[in-house]
């Protein structure tokens, strides 16, 4: 088996030694496995300091996988057995064995898959630096994505339908008579259509119509949506000049309007086609500006308002720089991020949001949105979107480029310097450097990942930029390793 030699740990696989037994930590790699997309665990092996792999056997393989299915059964240890019999292979060779465990992930149902009977303490998930421990909030999400009933299907019964700005249902009742003409529900009054669109429930305590937690999200006022979602925040953010901090932006704490979901969308949807350089097309002598960019943007956009898990902080954030589009929402992916790129499963996490949206023709209920926007940008000749997950706490970003896919195979600074113009190299630098100074706001701290989306370059990129505002005493590293944040002076 040399070629162990060639093989390195990530996110997807794990070694261990199992030299005297079954390791502890093997029951923390199983949760997070199970907590993220699965992987595979290879007992009998060692990982040397170069990162590369060894094989050290296993003293008694039958024995050590009976072990392992009795305490993988045993429910005390373990929340949820999610393995079958073919999921557990041992190998040998030359006198040595080991025990290959494929751990699958778990269904949004099963999770969170947890270990000595702490559903808070015994939770896991995988990133890059290995298994780490769920925080509570977490916990709490995954719990929250397990009924078929979504958050956003709660009835408010502390609220009545008086915490719907009037002005914003109307306009969404225009929307939908627009693009539904004559629709049976265009002459019931606002407490009946309401209820129809799923804003609004009968509650069973006094039988009476409340508003859904969907309803105060799509029409409410900013600080009483606070009232049930605490940490509920929209922000919008567009910096088109690298000199300025802001060309535009607004947030839904601000005052100055509602800072509900429909009046958020529109406002964001109008400022982010407003720039786009797409030729219009003509449908016999009449123009037809909505091509089908128009229709992936906003595709985009309700993906990210209906799949935000509104409890969790630092809320949606839009952003539009020069040449990219970034969609931020708090919240990972629930059918997975290979599945949601194939498409074909719809499974929102605000399923009565979807159902309004769809109603007013925004959105796409057969699960093919995402790839109907790589379709889109595949199209165009632009480089392919980017999606990101982050987790503690959970996290989806979407980075929509309009670079075009030559520029990025050829690569900026080779062109540059291939027409012997290593200037334009020099001012993308200075360039990026402002934007990095413009975007780091004092008292925060930043991660080298939040930088590069911000600047649409590569991790290795942006560290290479922030050693360079260290050194120049621009900003100041906080932190050892992985876990170094940055700081403005």
Not at 138 to 161: G, I
Not at 202 to 216: Q, V
């Amino acid at each position: 088996m040399s070629q162990f030699e060639f093989y390195r740990e990530d996110n997807r696989r794990e070694v261990k030694k199992a030299k005297s037994g079954l390791p502890v930590s093997l029951w923390e790699t199983y949760s997070a496995f199970a907590n993220c997309y699965g992987g595979v665990i290879i007992l009998g092996i060692k990982e040397n300091r170069d990162g590369s792999w060894q094989m050290t056997g296993l003293d008694n393989a039958a024995k050590l996988q009976k072990e392992f299915w009795d305490t993988i059964n045993n429910k005390n240890k373990v929340s949820i057995n999610l393995l079958k019999d073919k999921d557990v292979e041992i190998f040998e060779e030359k006198n040595n064995a080991i025990m290959v465990i494929h751990v699958p992930m778990a269904k949004r149902e099963q999770k969170p898959v947890y270990i000595n009977g702490d559903i808070f303490n015994g939770t896991f998930r995988r990133n890059w630096e290995g298994d780490y421990h769920c925080e509570r909030s977490e916990v709490l999400a995954m719990l929250r994505d397990q009924p078929d009933e979504t958050a956003d299907m709660k009835v408010l019964q502390d609220m009545s339908l008086d915490v719907l700005n009037l002005e914003t249902v109307r306009a969404y009742r225009n929307r939908h008579m627009a693009y539904r003409t004559e629709h049976v529900w265009e002459k019931l009054d606002d407490p009946d259509y309401l209820e129809r669109i799923g804003a609004a429930r009968l509650s069973s305590k006094d039988n009476m119509l409340h508003p859904t937690a969907a309803g105060l999200l799509m029409f409410g006022e900013e600080y009483k949506i606070l009232y049930e979602f605490p940490d509920y925040f929209l922000d919008y953010r567009e910096v088109l000049d690298p000199t300025i901090r802001w060309t535009d932006r607004f947030q839904s704490s601000s005052g100055d309007w509602t800072g509900n979901l429909f009046d958020f969308f529109f406002r964001v949807y109008g400022k982010l086609v407003k720039d786009l350089k797409i030729p219009f097309k003509l449908d016999g002598i009449t123009r037809i500006d909505d091509t089908p960019v128009h229709k992936a943007l906003r595709e985009a956009l309700a993906n990210c308002l209906i799949n935000t898990d509104f409890y969790f902080p630092r809320g949606i954030v839009i952003r539009k720089v020069p040449d990219s589009i970034i969609m931020e929402n708090p919240g990972s992916i629930r059918t997975g991020k290979e599945q949601m790129l194939k498409g074909g499963i719809s499974d929102p996490r605000n399923k009565a949001l979807m159902k309004m949206f769809n109603l007013i023709g925004i959105g796409e209920r057969a699960g093919s949105g995402v790839p109907d926007i790589y379709s889109v940008w595949e199209q165009q000749g632009w480089k392919p979107p980017e999606i990101i997950e982050q987790y503690g706490p959970d996290r989806t970003i979407l980075k929509l480029s309009f670079v075009e896919k030559v520029a990025i195979k050829n690569g900026d600074k080779k062109v540059a310097i291939k027409n012997g113009d290593k200037k334009k190299v020099s001012k993308k630098t200075e360039r990026q450097i402002k934007t990095i100074l413009n975007y780091m706001e004092p008292g925060k701290e930043y991660k080298t990942s939040e930088i590069s989306i911000v600047l649409g370059v590569k991790e290795s990129r942006a560290r290479l930029l922030i050693n360079k505002l260290v050194k120049k005493g621009k900003i100041e590293a906080i932190g050892k390793n992985k876990g170094r944040k940055y700081r403005i002076l």
